[in-house]
């Protein structure tokens, strides 16, 4: 074995050590003192989870020599968690452009133009989502005076009831998230766009794939995401875009002559 090996797998062996330190402390730390009742029914307040312990709590729990890796071991969890959540945005994204490439160019179009066009964009979807949330709000309280009303009479009428209820609500719901992918991916490949045509980048517009471009746009928009003080009115404002345009698009296409 060389020495080129030998520092390769004393290296290797380290970062194995070190990992494994890193895992034991979140494990140590976050193992419950004493073991909860199991609850009788799902929305018993015995069986919600305990509130997050702080730094100090979590060092008196572990042994002393690994208790200074529980900061770390903090901080590799929170960067571990934004990863992750910007992983599934690249990969949701890619898949849309992928999967759904004829929809994700109908609700680009839709957004090219002056600031009228993204401001009827920008109504559509608010006006839609203004809809929406009212069709919720209506549909679920007729629904829960239809259970409480007629469905005691018959055995297990109550359970089967608010599982339909779930179930339907679960399917337009992951219905709402289709649409609402189709419209971030044509965002963030407009954004990309407009980012590409500034002075500095715009010799290499024609030189990067649209895929890439629109993977550009979605960083940016995760990234104005995790703004602290605007981020729910910047979710607000992605999510009512990124659906005015596929409903734009959508009656863009009913309305076109065949």
Known sequence: MT???TVLVLGTLVV???LSAILFVG???SAPAESASRPRVFFDPRGSLPPARTISEAQSRVPQPFSIIVPLQRGVSDSARDAAGFLLVLLI???????AQGQVVAAYRTMLGGWRAQARVLGTGLAVIGLAVSAVVLSS?????FVAGTMPRFAFGIPVALQVGMTAFAVLAVFALLVGAVGFAAASWRLGDVIFRARWLSRYATQVPAPLVALVGATLLYLALQIPAIDVVILVAIAAYAIGAVV???LANEGSPA
């Open 93 to 99: 994204t890619a898949s849309t452009l992928v999967l």
């Open 16 to 18: 194995a050590i070190g």
């Open 141 to 145: 309280v007729v629904f829960l005076g």
């Open 3 to 5: 020495q080129r090996d």
């Open 248 to 250: 734009t698009a959508r």
């Open 27 to 29: 494990a140590v730390a």
